[in-house]
C-alpha cells in the first residue's frame, strides 16, 4: 500500500501534482483562516484526486471544525469520498489509522489546549494501542519541531502517549520548518508541511509504502545539509566572547603584511579583519543555500535516524 503525505497547504493546493498512491493523507491547515468557503474549495479539489482513499485532519487555522462542527460536517458530507478523522480512526485493507487535531496552547488559533494539562493527557490517552498509522496536527515533543534550530515546540504528552502506542508511522504537521522524515527503531515520523516558514509551497509530499508492517519512505537520503545551515546560521549570529572558537589559518609572510595594512587603514586589529571576512563568508554560504533550497519542491528531504521514547 502507497501513502502520499501532505499538510499545512494553507489554499496553495491548486497546481499540485501528487504521486500516485493508495492512501492520500492532508494533517491539518488546509486552509488560512478556516472559512467555509476556503474549506469548500479545499475539500473540493481534495476528494477529485484519484487516490482511492482521502484521510483528513483539521489543524489551528481550520476553524470551522472546531467553531461551527455542524456545518463542516454538511459541508464533509458533500464528499463521501473524504475520510474526516477528528478523535476517531479507519481501517482500510487492515491498516490502522487514528486521527486528531489538538495540540499544546498556539497562538490563540483553533483546536488549542493548555501544555501539559489532563485534557491535552485524556486527549492522547484516546489513541488506541495497535494503531498503525498516527495523524496528528502537531509533532511530539523533540522530533521534527523546531524552528531555524530553536526550542523544541512540539507536545510532551503525546510523546509519551507514543511511547505506549508505538505506531508504525506518526504523520503531523503544524511546523513548517520541522518539514523531513525521522526514524527510531519504532517509529517512522513525517512531518509533511507542504509550506516553508515564509508559507511557500516549495515542500515536496512525502511518499511511503506499508507492507506487512515495514516502512519504507521514498525519496530521502541521510542528509547533514540542513542541520550544517543551522549551525552556520548559529554561528554567524552568535555574539558575546563566550560563544566565539578558535581556528588556526596559515597565512604567508606576504598575506599577513597585506591584511595588517589593510586592518590598519579601517582602524581594525587583524583579528577583527579576520573575523568580518569569517562572517560575512558564512552568511554568504547561507544564503547561496537558501538560495538553491528555495527553487524547487524537488529538493531533497531531510532524514535523520533518532532514539525511540520510552
Known amino acids: 500500500m502507497r501513502f502520499i503525505c501532505i499538510s499545512d497547504t494553507h489554499m496553495s493546493h491548486r497546481g499540485f501534482s501528487l504521486p500516485h498512491g493508495d492512501v492520500l493523507i492532508h494533517?491539518?491547515?488546509a486552509t488560512s483562516t478556516g472559512t467555509p468557503d476556503e474549506v469548500d474549495r479545499f475539500l473540493r479539489w481534495f476528494a477529485a484526486q484519484a487516490h482511492p482513499h482521502k484521510i483528513l485532519i483539521a489543524g489551528n487555522h481550520d476553524w470551522i471544525y472546531q467553531k461551527d462542527p455542524e456545518r463542516a460536517t454538511g459541508l464533509l458530507a458533500k464528499y463521501p469520498e473524504i475520510t474526516y478523522l477528528q478523535d476517531s480512526g479507519v481501517t482500510?485493507?487492515?491498516?490502522?489509522?487514528?486521527?486528531?487535531?489538538?495540540?499544546?496552547?498556539?497562538?490563540?488559533?483553533?483546536?488549542?489546549?493548555?501544555?501539559?494539562?489532563?485534557?491535552?493527557?485524556?486527549?492522547?490517552?484516546?489513541?488506541?494501542?495497535?494503531?498503525?498509522?498516527?495523524?496528528?496536527?502537531?509533532?511530539?515533543h523533540?522530533?521534527?519541531?523546531?524552528?531555524?534550530?530553536?526550542?523544541?515546540?512540539?507536545?510532551?504528552?503525546?510523546?509519551?502517549?507514543?511511547?505506549?502506542?508505538?505506531?508504525?508511522?506518526?504523520?503531523?504537521?503544524?511546523?513548517?520548518?520541522?518539514?523531513?522524515?525521522?526514524?527510531?527503531?519504532?517509529?517512522?515520523?513525517?512531518?509533511?508541511?507542504?509550506?516553508?516558514?515564509?508559507?511557500?509551497?516549495?515542500n515536496r509530499p512525502i511518499v511511503f509504502d506499508f507492507n506487512e508492517g515495514q516502512v519504507a519512505v521514498q525519496g530521502v537520503e541521510a542528509n547533514p545539509r540542513k542541520e550544517w545551515l543551522e549551525n552556520l546560521r548559529g554561528l554567524a549570529e552568535?555574539?558575546?566572547?563566550?560563544?566565539?572558537?578558535?581556528?588556526e589559518v596559515q597565512l604567508s609572510e606576504v598575506h599577513v603584511q597585506a591584511l595588517s595594512e589593510m586592518a590598519k587603514h579601517r582602524g581594525m586589529t587583524l583579528e577583527a579583519l579576520l573575523e568580518h571576512y569569517a562572517l560575512r563568508g558564512l552568511h554568504a554560504d547561507v544564503a547561496k543555500y537558501s538560495r538553491v533550497e528555495g527553487k524547487s519542491r524537488n529538493r531533497s528531504i531531510p532524514f535523520k535516524v533518532i532514539e525511540d521514547e520510552g
Not at 498556539?106 to 488506541?128: S, V
Not at 552568535?238 to 581556528?247: D, I
Request: with cysteine; aromatic share 10%.
Open 92 to 140: 482500510i485493507d487492515g491498516v490502522r489509522f487514528w486521527g486528531s487535531p489538538w495540540q499544546p496552547w498556539f497562538m490563540d488559533w483553533a483546536f488549542n489546549l493548555p501544555r501539559n494539562g489532563e485534557k491535552l493527557m485524556e486527549t492522547w490517552g484516546l489513541i488506541p494501542e495497535g494503531t498503525d498509522v498516527l495523524i496528528t496536527h502537531g509533532p511530539p
Open 27 to 29: 494533517a491539518g491547515d
Open 142 to 202: 523533540g522530533v521534527l519541531d523546531q524552528v531555524h534550530g530553536g526550542e523544541h515546540l512540539g507536545c510532551e504528552q503525546l510523546k509519551l502517549r507514543l511511547g505506549v502506542v508505538r505506531p508504525k508511522v506518526h504523520i503531523f504537521g503544524h511546523i513548517h520548518d520541522g518539514y523531513g522524515v525521522a526514524q527510531s527503531e519504532a517509529t517512522t515520523y513525517i512531518n509533511a508541511c507542504t509550506c516553508t516558514e515564509q508559507y511557500q509551497a516549495l
Open 238 to 247: 552568535a555574539t558575546g566572547e563566550g560563544l566565539k572558537q578558535t581556528m
